[in-house]
Antibody
Framework: EVQLQQSGPELVKPGASVKISCKTS????????MHWVKQSHGKSLEWIGG????????SYNQKFKGKATLTVDKSSSTAYMELRSLTSEDSAVYYC??????????WGQGTTLTVSS | DIQMTQSPASLSVSVGETVTITCRAS??????LAWYQQKQGKSPQLLVY???NLADGVPSRFSGSGSGTQYSLKINSLQSEDFGSYYC?????????FGGGTKLEIK
């Protein structure tokens, strides 16, 4: 069974950085692209970017270039997203989502990020 | 970027009714469209892919249709577990944008 287990809620100060993790199991980690999606409170979903765990190749939404950095650790089958220079606009729930064919077949449970002083 | 316009934004319906949610793309997306269901406090779940194909385990009361720029999700005989939010998403190029969502509430 495919499982995506995300790290817990984060409370960080403006200007700081945060790294969210998505630990996977139940499939071959290097086989499928991992994506990250942002959902601001009460709002819709935004694709941040995706990473190919096999070669580390990334694709970013232009809106999040410079804000988000996607990485993976193949040894632990874990994907990471680092967000920098945080502001209140970055407060949201962030999801990792797996593409086995084209669509987002599997989703993590979400990580709530709160940016506040 | 391709814009996805979803309507209605909210809908108040009763159990047993039939509802249709629509999604319009700003350009032809050649049926590269998915629908997701999201319940309060939970992550989205894939319902329909390639515009018309039900994901594994999705009840047959759900159906997707459409082509070109116009797509719809129909739910026959609504059940209590169907209430929540629904989102469309295109997969024709990058970024794969989502619609604004439709919140389905109990009347």
């Amino acid at each position: 069974e495919v499982q995506l287990q995300q790290s817990g809620p984060e409370l960080v100060k403006p200007g700081a950085s945060v790294k969210i993790s998505c630990k996977t199991s139940g499939y071959t980690f290097t086989e499928y692209t991992m994506h990250w999606v942002k959902q601001s409170h009460g709002k819709s979903l935004e694709w941040i970017g995706g990473i190919n765990p096999n070669n580390g190749g990334t694709s970013y939404n232009q809106k999040f270039k410079g804000k988000a950095t996607l990485t993976v650790d193949k040894s632990s089958s874990t994907a990471y997203m680092e967000l920098r220079s945080l502001t209140s606009e970055d407060s949201a729930v962030y999801y990792c989502a797996l593409t086995t064919v084209v669509y987002f077949d599997y989703w993590g449970q979400g990580t709530t990020l709160t940016v506040s002083s | 970027d391709i814009q996805m316009t979803q309507s209605p934004a909210s809908l108040s319906v009763s159990v047993g009714e039939t509802v249709t949610i629509t999604c319009r793309a700003s350009e032809n997306i050649y049926s590269n469209l998915a629908w997701y269901q999201q319940k309060q406090g939970k992550s989205p779940q894939l319902l329909v892919y390639a515009a018309t194909n039900l994901a594994d385990g999705v009840p047959s009361r759900f159906s997707g249709s459409g082509s070109g720029t116009q797509y719809s999700l129909k739910i026959n005989s609504l059940q209590s577990e169907d209430f929540g939010s629904y989102y469309c998403q295109h997969f024709w190029g990058t970024p794969p944008t989502f619609g604004g969502g439709t919140k389905l509430e109990i009347k």
